[in-house]
């Protein structure tokens, strides 16, 4: 992705500190672009549960890069793998609901455990969490790449005219190391010289549609409109909405999707509607134990203030946070809801586009099932 001409990933390891990795602060936008440094593990961990880091893909990445820094804090002793189980047990509790978390983080501890010596246990950790993050960016060029015809079929139909998607929350660079899942087919259509126009969820209560999606869209120069949460099911109505696509947090490997709170109500208007709905969803985030995803996905429950309180720029064009709830009303904030796979258009991986159903993902990946399910 490029700012200001200027080429980023948000995470990557400082090339002058090698105890430093580097993060875009994502609570810092759309009103500054601020490049963080991350110096410890208990830092990322930070940096992943105030969603200074978010995103599937992302936290995954970050994750890697937590146990690479807990090696470097590690004691050079017996104590050594004792403080990265412990350093494990706490990324893995850092947030619950995307499960590339956990897989990234036993990645890098396994890693670890092959070598003997501590110089190489850290270089590994190096090496595994650098590796998950490449193969971020490389699988989600790939997802562009597959999800491309979608896009392109309906331009042709319609002679030529912009392609009207509508998304839900923030699935494109900025959640992942880079590309994304959702954007990264719009990316590529555009690239292609395709029209598109993208309808942009605000995605209460963070509003990363809003802060997020619309900042990088503008970024790639992306047509795009912003429109309130409540609104997208007009749009369908209208005819105005051609597919949905969204990412995703967590998928079953029976094609149950987890996403931003506020993805089943788009999916229950799409096919009332008739309009496809798409996930652009990474393997990495395919859940290959859980059957029903709408009853055992966790959703992670976070602070009412994200409800309470919005922040936007003053008069004075600086950034403010404000209440809008009352102080004596209780508030509820579930981050994620799950859509049942039946309401799942297709899913787009790495590997291709397959049907929302364990069938249809098993044509994939069929190693992970003769694997684990």
């Known amino acids: 992705m490029q700012v200001n001409g200027k080429h980023y990933r948000t995470i990557w390891p400082d090339n002058k500190n090698q105890g430093v990795v580097n993060i875009i602060d994502q609570t ?25 880091v978010r995103g599937a893909g992302l936290i995954g990445a970050a994750a890697g890069f937590g146990i690479y820094l807990a090696s470097l804090e590690a004691p050079e002793n017996k104590g050594f793998d004792s403080f990265i189980t412990k350093a494990a047990i706490e990324l893995k509790n850092s947030r619950p609901t995307a ?27 190096f090496q595994a969490a650098i590796k998950i993050a490449d193969d971020d960016s490389e699988i989600g060029k790939q997802i562009g790449i597959n999800g491309l015809p979608l896009i392109q079929k309906i331009s042709e139909e319609k002679k030529g005219e912009a392609v009207n998607i509508l998304t839900h929350c923030n699935a494109g660079w900025l959640a992942f190391v880079d590309y994304g899942s959702a954007l990264s087919p719009i990316y590529a259509a555009h690239e292609k010289g395709i029209k598109v126009h993208v309808w942009v969820d605000e995605t209460r209560p963070r509003n990363q549609g809003a802060f997020l999606t619309s900042w990088e869209l503008s970024k790639a120069g992306v047509p795009h409109t912003v429109i309130s949460d409540n609104e997208g099911g007009l749009l369908m ?3 105005m909405v051609d597919l949905v696509v969204v990412g995703s947090d967590r998928t079953t490997h029976t094609g149950d999707v987890a996403n931003k709170i506020g993805t089943y109500l ?12 798409y996930a652009a969803v990474y393997s990495s985030s395919i859940d290959w134990v859980i059957t029903d995803g709408v009853s055992d996905i966790p959703i992670e429950q976070r602070s009412s203030d994200e409800v309470r309180y919005i922040t ?35 899913i787009i991986t790495e590997r291709g586009i397959c049907k929302a159903s364990k069938e249809g993902i098993a044509e994939l990946f069929p190693e992970k099932f003769s694997e684990n399910v």
């Open 28 to 52: 810092k936008l759309p009103y500054d672009f601020v490049i963080k440094q991350i110096s410890s593990y208990h830092e990322m961990i930070n940096a992943i549960k105030d969603m200074e």
């Open 99 to 125: 499960i590339n978390l956990e897989w990234a983080v036993d990645i890098v501890v396994k890693a670890i455990e092959k070598e003997n010596s501590v110089d190489a246990k850290r270089k590994s950790a």
């Open 237 to 239: 109505q209208r005819k």
């Open 266 to 277: 788009k999916a229950l208007a799409a096919i009332d509607n008739n309009i496809p709905f």
């Open 312 to 346: 936007g720029l003053n008069s004075k064009g600086i950034p403010e946070k404000v209440e809008i709830v009352p102080a004596e009303s209780p508030v509820s904030n579930y981050a994620f809801d799950v859509t049942p796979a039946r309401l799942v258009t297709a």
